[in-house]
C-alpha cells in the first residue's frame, strides 16, 4: 500500500515546522550568511566586471565563470560538512531555516499601503526600496502600488514556495544551490545596465530554478479565484518581456485581485517596455493589502498540503506497527 511512503524522508516534517515558524512570526537572523555572500558577490564584481566597454561575449564568460566559483565553492564545502557529520538530517534543518524568506516583505507592503492612505507617498517610496529594484522616484500611488503587488507575489515564490519545492526535490544541498542562484541573480542583476550581459548567465540559470516557484503559485492563486479567468489573462498577453512562468503568476494575480498589472518599468533611468496583464481597475493601496490576504492563504494552503503528506507517513508507519 502506497510503497512510496515507506521511502519518505523527514524533509516534509521539517518542511511544515519552518513554514509554520515563518509564518507565525519573523525568523531572526534568516538569510543573514547570504547578506555576508551578496557582499562577497559585490566585491568579486568589482574586481572582474570592473567597466562594461569590454565586448559582450567576454562580460558573459566572466559573469559565467564568477557564477560558477560562488556557487559550486560553497557546496563543496557544505558536501564536506554533510561527509563529516553524524546527524544530517540536523544539517538539512539548518540550511533550510536560512534559505527561507520570512513575512519580512509582507510587513513592509503593508507599511507602504499604510502610508499611501495616509497620502504619504514620498514615505512610501521609501518604505518601498527593499521591495522594488526599479526606479521610484516618479511613480505615482497607483504606480507604486502595482509594483508592490508584482513584487510580493514574486517574492512570495521565489523565497518561500520555490525553496520549499527544492528542499522536498533534494533537501539542504539542492536548497542550497537554489539560494546561492538566487542570490548571484539578484546582486548581478541583468535588468541593470552594469550587469546586463555580465549577470545573464546568472539571470538564466535562476529563471530555470525559480520556475517551479511561479508556476505553483500561479496555480495556487487561479485555484483560489477561478482557473478561467487567469487563463485568460495569460492568453491576452504578449510575450514581449517575462519569462512564461513569471507571465502565469502575474495574470493570476491580475485574476485574483480584478486588477491591471504590468506595464513599463524603469531601472537606472532607462524604459523597459513590458506586457500588460489583466482587464480590472488600476491597483490602489487596499490592493497591496488584499494581495498580502491571498499569499496568507496561499501559505494556508502550502501548510495543509504538508500536514497532509506527513498525516499520510505516521498513518503508514502506525499500520505497519
Not at 538566487?182 to 535562476?206: E, I, M, V
Request: hydrophobic residues 50%; proline residues 5%; positive net charge.
Amino acid at each position: 500500500m502506497m510503497p512510496w511512503l515507506e521511502a519518505m524522508p523527514a524533509w516534509p516534517g521539517m518542511a511544515l515546522i519552518a513554514l509554520l515558524l515563518s509564518r507565525l512570526m519573523v525568523l531572526p537572523g534568516t538569510r543573514v550568511p547570504f547578506s555576508a555572500f551578496a557582499l562577497i558577490l559585490q566585491r568579486l564584481a568589482k574586481k572582474v566586471h570592473p567597466d562594461i566597454t569590454r565586448s559582450h561575449f567576454q562580460q558573459q564568460l566572466s559573469g559565467t565563470l564568477a557564477l560558477l566559483l560562488v556557487v559550486l565553492l560553497p557546496l563543496a564545502i557544505t558536501y564536506g560538512f554533510y561527509l563529516l557529520s553524524e546527524l544530517p538530517l540536523v544539517l538539512d534543518a539548518i540550511i533550510l531555516y536560512f534559505c527561507l524568506g520570512s513575512r519580512l516583505s509582507l510587513q513592509q507592503g503593508a507599511s507602504v499601503a499604510f502610508s499611501l492612505q495616509r497620502q504619504q507617498l514620498t514615505l512610501a517610496k521609501e518604505q518601498a526600496a527593499p521591495l522594488l529594484l526599479r526606479d521610484r522616484q516618479n511613480l505615482s500611488a497607483m504606480g507604486l502600488s502595482k509594483a508592490c503587488i508584482e513584487s510580493l507575489l514574486q517574492q512570495q515564490a521565489a523565497n518561500l514556495v520555490a525553496t520549499l519545492c527544492w528542499f522536498l526535490m533534494g533537501g539542504g544541498l539542492l536548497v542550497l544551490t537554489y539560494t546561492l542562484l538566487q542570490t548571484a541573480a539578484r546582486q548581478w542583476n541583468s535588468k541593470l545596465p552594469h550587469y546586463r550581459y555580465f549577470g545573464r548567465g546568472a539571470a538564466r540559470c535562476y529563471q530555470l530554478a525559480l520556475a517551479p516557484g511561479l508556476i505553483i503559485s500561479a496555480l495556487l492563486l487561479a485555484i483560489q479565484t477561478g482557473i478561467g479567468r487567469a487563463w485568460r489573462n495569460y492568453r491576452q498577453a504578449d510575450t514581449l518581456f517575462y519569462y512564461w512562468p513569471s507571465r502565469l503568476l502575474l495574470a493570476a494575480g491580475a485574476a485574483a485581485l480584478g486588477v491591471k498589472l504590468g506595464g513599463p518599468a524603469y531601472y537606472d533611468a532607462l524604459k523597459t517596455p513590458r506586457q500588460r496583464f489583466g482587464d480590472g481597475v488600476e491597483p490602489a493601496s487596499k490592493d497591496i493589502l488584499r494581495a498580502i490576504l491571498l499569499i496568507n492563504a496561499q501559505q494556508t494552503a502550502l501548510i495543509i498540503l504538508l500536514s497532509s503528506m506527513l498525516a499520510l507517513y505516521i498513518a503508514r508507519i502506525l499500520l505497519l506497527i
